[in-house]
């Protein structure tokens, strides 16, 4: 299976793609990644012939078979402007061939109390349903998956406020939250249980666990074991 996510910095902050294919790897599934992303990219811009993103990821993914692409918007824009995620995702999907597989990165509400979450406007709880719905129309727009890294922050949240997910600057992924996210992505791309997937240096084992846990609880009903 060969991936490629356009996004931003949610995307490469830990290297998301690698740690995918890392776990893959190591779990002996035959998965590929590769990636187009620049810092605060929208997704609108990766369709738009007037922005070098569009290029780019173009570029890359001609010249391959990909077996799903992931889109990521700007880490707010969905939350304000939903009809140009949803549009973004249909003008993206334009560009591909016919019958590819979509796939919509559901990022997540910036943390509870920060200045980021404060400048918004929006509580916690406001911004994520706002995030969940707006990826959701956009997935059902393309006919496509959602992986739902944000709905599974907020579990980690409420029921292990310990783990942290964020970057010390309250939205970026700590590498904990982008091993979460990782484990999701490979969940929806393979339909294997999370339970099963390796947990990199960079998370500990005891922290490791608990995510896969909780990530195999939000995808229990659509993955199955490794064989």
């Not at 993206?92 to 400048?119: E, F, H, I």
């Not at 339970?195 to 909780?214: A, K, M, Q």
């Amino acid at each position: 299976m060969k991936v490629l996510f356009l996004g931003n910095s949610f995307t490469y902050f830990s290297d998301l793609p690698a740690m995918v294919q890392w776990m893959a790897d190591k779990a002996g599934i035959d998965l590929q990644t590769d990636s187009v992303t620049r810092g605060g990219a929208y997704l609108h811009q990766f369709a738009d012939p007037a922005d070098e993103m569009y290029e780019r990821w173009l570029r890359i993914y001609k010249k391959e078979t990909w077996d799903a692409v992931v889109c990521q918007d700007q880490s707010f824009h969905p939350v304000k402007s939903p009809a140009e995620l949803h549009q973004a995702a249909l003008d993206v999907q334009s560009l591909c061939r016919p019958g590819q597989k979509m796939v919509m990165y559901q990022t997540w509400a910036y943390k509870d109390g920060s200045d980021m979450l404060a400048d918004t406007g929006f509580t916690y709880h406001e911004m994520l349903t706002r995030m969940t719905a707006s990826y959701a129309d956009a997935a059902a727009a393309v006919g496509g998956d959602v992986t739902p890294v944000g709905q599974t922050f907020a579990q980690v949240y409420a029921l292990h406020p310990e783990i942290e997910l964020y970057n010390p600057d309250g939205y970026h992924p700590s590498p904990a939250g982008t091993y979460l996210a990782a484990c999701l992505f490979l969940a929806v791309l393979t339909g294997h249980s999370p339970l099963y997937f390796p947990i990199p240096d960079i998370v500990s084992v005891e922290e490791g666990g608990i995510l896969r846990s909780i990530a195999d609880w939000q995808m229990a009903k659509v993955c199955v074991p490794l064989s």
